[in-house]
């Protein structure tokens, strides 16, 4: 059934987008914009309308704006564990993301008192990141940002998806293989940055080495709270902890960036043996994705 004028609720924006979504609800608010609950008119399906404004620290233009690598990412990526984005589109001075729409994010669920995470839960939380970043790296880009906010879940399925690619960075390569380049000092949360980055080391652009904040996720998901350079060993700290759960965050938060196992490497790691170890989607461009870019016309 479709939504008409009469079906959106007072506190909703009457503003129409794309004269096939409406904008509902905030959601979510961040540095360059908002995020809000949107709803197709005709069929009622919601969708998340990220609602950014032109301006020189995200994009002036929108030829700009399209250059971005969040959205070259987004238009190259297509894997069941990173956010799909659906449509793009500008009206005046704004600029609007279409995304498919989550329940919440993994930080909301790990801080969710009432919520008590079991281990078999957390490991096809954390078996879901490991694909994502693993295809993303192949693919040749690393997050630089990930983080439990960052990751989305979708409660009934037991989805997880990673979102937020606005630091996503695309890796150089030499004989096949990434490049490390230079660290950018403001990008990233920084206590899930890894040793090498908060010391300010140039080799954070390999996507190789980027696991540490994955290990960090899986602790706090564990721990519900983050084990910050603790002295006291894992086991000790997360007793109930499996032992292949304590030995694969030991070997993602090592402080040696290589011996850090990759993403692919992670996921052969005996925690994740009764996971369904199914093929990574092909590296296929989004050119054969139905994506489109629309401009966006309101109605007055």
């Known amino acids: 059934m479709g939504w008409d004028d009469e079906d959106m609720s007072s506190n909703q924006r009457d503003e129409e987008y794309s004269l096939s979504y409406f904008l509902g609800d905030k959601i979510g608010e961040g540095s360059f914009g908002c995020v809000?609950?949107?709803?197709?008119?005709?069929?009622?399906?919601e969708v998340a309308i990220k609602e950014l404004k032109l301006?020189?620290?995200?994009?002036?233009?929108w030829e700009e704006f399209l250059d971005t690598n969040e959205v070259k990412a987004l238009q190259r990526l297509s894997h069941p564990n990173i956010i799909t984005l659906e449509e793009i589109a500008k009206r005046d001075d704004k600029l609007y993301m279409v995304f498919e729409l989550m329940d919440r994010s993994l930080h909301k669920l790990i801080t969710d008192r009432a919520t008590v995470l079991k281990e078999s839960e957390i490991r096809l939380y954390c078996f879901q990141i490991l694909k994502g970043l693993d295809y993303m790296h192949t693919c040749g880009y690393i997050h630089r940002d990930l983080k439990p906010d960052n990751i989305l879940v979708s409660s009934c399925e037991q989805i997880i998806k990673i979102a937020d690619?606005?630091?996503?960075?695309?890796?150089?390569?030499?004989d096949s293989?990434?490049?490390?380049?230079?660290?950018?000092?403001?990008?990233?949360?920084?206590?899930?940055r890894?040793?090498?980055?908060?010391?300010?080391?140039?080799?954070?652009?390999?996507p190789d080495k980027y696991s540490w904040p994955v290990g960090l996720q899986l602790a706090e998901a564990l721990d519900k709270k983050l084990p910050l350079y603790s002295r006291v060993p894992l086991g000790e700290l997360m007793p109930s902890a499996s032992e292949d759960a304590i030995d694969l965050m030991n070997k993602l938060l090592s402080w040696d960036p290589d011996t850090r196992p990759t993403a692919a490497e992670a996921l052969r790691h005996p925690f994740f043996k009764f996971c369904n170890q199914t093929a990574t989607p092909s590296l296929e461009l989004s050119l054969a994705k139905n994506f489109v870019q629309l401009n966006l016309e309101l109605a007055v």
Do not use: W
């Open 177 to 192: 293989k990434p490049v490390d380049c230079p660290y950018t000092e403001h990008i990233g949360t920084r206590m899930y």
């Open 165 to 174: 690619l606005g630091t996503i960075h695309e890796c150089l390569y030499h």
């Open 55 to 61: 301006m020189e620290e995200c994009a002036s233009t």
């Open 194 to 206: 890894a040793p090498e980055v908060l010391l300010q080391s140039n080799i954070i652009g390999n």
């Open 36 to 45: 809000y609950r949107g709803f197709n008119k005709y069929n009622g399906e």
